[in-house]
């Protein structure tokens, strides 16, 4: 079966500092790799995905993400958060979409 | 949430009670999904459907149904049966369906909160 892990429950970060959040996977054949935002009370938002090509995949606000396939990770990146980035972010591997638990992000003002 | 709206946005059920979760999509999208939100477990699929009178299960089906008789509604019943229905409910839709394309982009809807008293 196919899945995703997101290591830490909440990730804080300066606001203007770099912003990473962890993504590892494990499936089966070639992965597709998706990253979710969700502000509070909302549905969630497409950031990015990863088909396959180019390991760096550049997405939606600044956001962009590494395919790793060594250590199986496609972690998030941003190089300078935003307080307006706080929110949930979710990894999930296609075909049956398996979404991770979520990370809260927080950006400290 | 633009092209896909989910109604109501906040849902109250009395213990024993159905109730139906509206999905209406306008992005002319072949397949569309149900998902469950709990605090800190993520999303779980509960039904999702490819083709128009055609719907599977997913991981948490039990307690809940769905139909599909147009392509732009997609509407969920949380029946009595669900002993637990107090979550955080989300649409998506997609072009094609999981069991094609894994590479296809699933868009939400907004989402709609039901409260059991």
């Known amino acids: 079966a196919q899945s995703v892990a997101q290591p830490e429950d909440q990730v804080n970060v300066a606001e203007g500092n770099p912003l990473t959040v962890k993504c590892t996977y494990s499936?089966?054949?070639?992965?597709?790799l998706f990253w979710y935002v969700q502000y509070p009370n909302r549905g969630l938002q497409f950031l990015l995905k990863y088909i396959t090509g180019d390991n760096l995949v550049k997405g939606s606000y600044g956001f962009e993400a590494e395919f790793n396939k060594s250590q199986t990770s496609f972690h998030l990146k941003k190089p300078s958060a935003l307080v307006s980035d706080s929110a949930l972010y979710f990894c999930a591997v296609g075909g049956r979409l398996a979404f991770g638990k979520g990370n809260q992000v927080v950006v400290i003002p | 949430d633009g092209g896909i709206t989910q109604s109501p946005k906040y849902l109250f059920r009395k213990e024993g009670q159905n109730v139906t979760l509206s999905c209406e999509q306008n992005?002319?999208?072949?397949?569309m999904y149900w998902y469950r939100q709990d605090p800190g477990q993520g999303l779980r699929l509960i039904y999702y459907s490819q083709i128009v009178n055609d719907f599977q299960k997913g991981d948490i089906a039990e307690g809940y149904s769905v139909s599909r008789e147009k392509k732009e509604s997609f509407p969920l019943t949380v029946t009595s049966a669900q002993k637990n229905p107090t979550a955080f409910y989300l649409c998506?839709?997609?072009?094609?369906?999981?069991?094609?394309?894994?590479?296809?982009?699933?868009?939400f809807g907004p989402g709609t909160r039901l409260t059991v008293l």
């Open positions: 499936v089966s054949g070639n992965p597709y």
């Open positions: 998506a839709s997609s072009p094609v369906g999981t069991s094609g394309s894994g590479a296809d982009t699933q868009y």
């Open positions: 992005l002319n999208h072949d397949a």
